[in-house]
């Protein structure tokens, strides 16, 4: 079983920046991607990236803003988040999956899950 442990999250006024971390330990998935949920609303895929990095993936709101990266000697995914804004505010957590399709579905998916880090963003 795969563990999944984020940190990172934290306070910040809006057009202010966070990167965030997911340490992966145990069995090594080939794609991994970075979701949030905001209180009342679904949990939604942020971004995800492929084993080699090669291909990545990001929801339309956060184009241009978010990138995400992976550190495969580290075992570590990393989503460093530019030009907050207080919509960006949510718990975000970090999967893994086996296949990046799968990973980018439309559906949500049975992944292996992180516990989450909040992101909060103030106006």
């Known amino acids: 079983q795969v563990h999944l442990a984020e940190s990172g999250g934290g306070s910040v006024q809006a057009g202010g920046s966070l990167r965030l971390s997911c340490a992966a330990s145990g069995p090594m998935f080939t794609a991994y991607g970075w979701f949030r949920q905001a209180p009342g609303k679904e949990r939604e895929l942020v971004a995800a990236i492929s084993g080699t990095g090669g291909s990545t993936h990001y929801r339309g709101s956060v184009k241009g803003r978010f990138v995400i990266s992976r550190d495969t000697a580290k075992n570590t995914v990393y989503l460093l988040m530019n030009s907050l804004k207080p919509e960006d505010t949510a718990v975000y957590y970090c999967?893994?999956?086996?296949?990046?399709?799968?990973?980018?579905?439309?559906?949500?998916?049975?992944?292996?899950w992180g516990h989450g880090t909040q992101v909060t963003v103030s106006s």
């Open positions: 999967a893994a999956d086996q296949n990046f399709d799968v990973l980018i579905a439309p559906v949500v998916g049975d992944y292996s």
